[in-house]
């Protein structure tokens, strides 16, 4: 069974949004992640903030792009929900981290925030109905 043919095939709620909408919304978060994630890098390794700062950055950047994998390639429901947890996570804590040297790149990534809410109670329904 391929990719597209797999996740149509899975019950979905109904306020899942079309799949469209993904990415649309992912082409604009991904403007955000490199405007702000690029910042906070440039800032790390020029020694304006600790290096350890960039750490939820990278981890968060890892779960993100490890998510479709996961969830097309092996088809794995509960990994992906394990997945998208750590993004919501590291997202979490890179915003705490990043807030009392550069607010704005903590502001700037709330849209990406609150989709990736988003997206981890749709993939727990999806877990959870499949």
Known sequence: MNTKSWYQALNKPEWAPEPW???RVWSV????????????????ATGKIPKEIALPFALNLLFNFAFSPIQFGLQSNVLATVDILLVVVTLVW????????YPW?????????????????LQIWITLNN
């Open 94 to 101: 890179a915003l705490w981290a990043i807030y009392p040297h």
């Open 29 to 44: 978060l991904y403007v955000l992640i490199f405007i702000s994630f690029g910042y906070v890098f440039h800032a790390a």
């Open 105 to 121: 790149v903590a502001y700037i990534n709330i849209p990406y925030l609150l989709w990736g809410l988003f997206a981890t109670g």
């Open 21 to 23: 909408v993904f990415g």
